[in-house]
């Protein structure tokens, strides 16, 4: 069961307040707006989210689709690292910078480092005593193992708390994967785990639109709980789901987009345009497919957008990984990235990210878009 957790806005309400910080209305004819009030350009897309800021650092949260779970816009993955590459003094290390900088959403899984990495974690929470925490529940377990029945939901779940050494996490998130379950059992071993307290509130991972508001109708039917938010992989190179498909079920159902590999497993940052780099993910063993993908065409098409979107970053003053991390952001229905690093200079170079948000404009998005190429388009419903 592959898990996610953050520690929630609640248990760091004394670094974060309430105040809005999106988009703001004009003010009326003759009244001089405050100092700051609308003078940077918001992201675009959440006119509509309601968004706060850190007391004591540039963090932004927002709301985990339209539920009440605030969580930062950036969050910690540990996929690649915690429990293998990296020390768990290293890892503690992130994990601090990452909380110090109001990052409170933290992901992990139980397939991580063959559970190692959820063991290091739940150490880490103990010992600096962060208390709440948002659980993704994902089936990607021994092969025998695999999909969502109820046994595997509810024991998969147990197991993830006692390494994690929790009594209940704030969210768990089933990953579908080709495991064709029941969706009615789906949902109502969601609904246990919730009712047992065990998990507050659930989302999907990987899912697609139409299996999103087949589980919602079922929610409905039966009056069970529907999921909140949808775990799906987002970046310059993939874009259909998080631009055309989550913006509809956000405003439909409320289905809100936590995404990840907003630097496409490092391909945006440039350190495959010479090849591959020995120290790379792509030369590690069980990532072939990466390194194909590397030396593929799409790969060296890929490649030579991406010198240009350096030269683009360059001209805003920012690195290429902040400003694909803070085109993530700009995008409607986002609700948090999730970060992939090994070391704090790359956390703290993507933390830099919030810099850059303000310089989403139409203008720039429009530049990238033109540099990319592959803006997605709403499919006009044909009618008889």
């Not at 001089?32 to 989210?49: D, L, V, W, Y």
């Not at 029945?149 to 929790?166: A, M, P, T």
């Not at 704090?344 to 530049?367: F, I």
């Amino acid at each position: 069961m592959q898990v996610s957790f953050a520690c929630t806005e609640h248990n760091l309400k004394s670094r974060s307040e309430d105040r809005l910080c999106g988009l703001r209305t004009a003010p009326p004819p003759g009244v001089k707006p405050r100092e700051g009030a609308g003078s940077r350009p918001a992201p675009q897309g959440h006119a509509h989210m309601k968004e706060t800021i850190g007391r004591h650092s540039s963090m932004k949260y927002r709301n985990l689709g339209k539920s009440g779970l605030r969580v930062s816009c950036l969050g910690l993955g540990t996929w690649v690292t915690f429990g293998s590459q990296i020390s768990d003094e290293m890892a503690e290390n992130l994990m601090t910078i990452a909380y110090e900088n109001g990052v409170n959403l933290f992901d992990t899984a139980e397939v991580y480092a063959s559970g190692r990495a959820e063991i290091t974690l739940g150490n880490i929470i103990k010992k600096k005593g962060w208390s709440s925490v948002t659980l993704l529940s994902d089936t990607c377990r021994a092969e025998t193992e695999r999909g969502l029945s109820r046994k595997h939901i509810i024991e998969g779940l147990r197991g993830s708390l006692s390494r994690l050494q929790l009594d209940y996490v704030d969210i768990v998130f089933a990953n579908r994967n080709d495991v064709n379950s029941p969706m009615e059992e789906v949902v109502r071993a969601m609904t246990f785990v919730i009712n047992q307290g065990m998990a507050m509130y659930w989302g999907t991972s990987r899912w697609s639109g139409m299996e999103i508001m087949e589980a919602y109708s079922v929610a409905r039917q039966f009056n069970l709980i529907p999921p909140v938010c949808e775990q799906a992989e987002y970046h310059y190179f993939q874009r259909e789901k998080v631009e055309v498909q989550l913006p509809e079920l956000y405003h439909k159902i409320g289905v809100g987009a936590m995404t990840w590999s907003p630097l496409a497993c490092g391909l945006i940052t440039g350190k495959y345009s010479d090849g591959v780099p020995e120290c790379s993910r792509a030369a590690m063993k069980g990532y072939q497919w990466l390194k194909e993908r590397v030396h593929s065409e799409d790969g060296r098409r890929q490649l030579a957008k991406i010198k240009e979107l350096h030269l683009l970053a360059n001209r805003l003053g920012c690195t290429a990984a902040q400003l694909a991390i803070a085109w993530c952001l700009r995008s409607e229905g986002v609700s948090s990235v999730l970060l992939g690093v090994s070391n704090a200079d790359q956390l703290l170079e993507n933390l830099g990210a919030l810099r850059v948000l303000s310089q989403m404009t139409p203008q720039t998005v429009s530049e990238i878009d033109a540099l990319l190429g592959n803006k997605p388009h709403a499919k006009k419903e044909s009618r008889a």
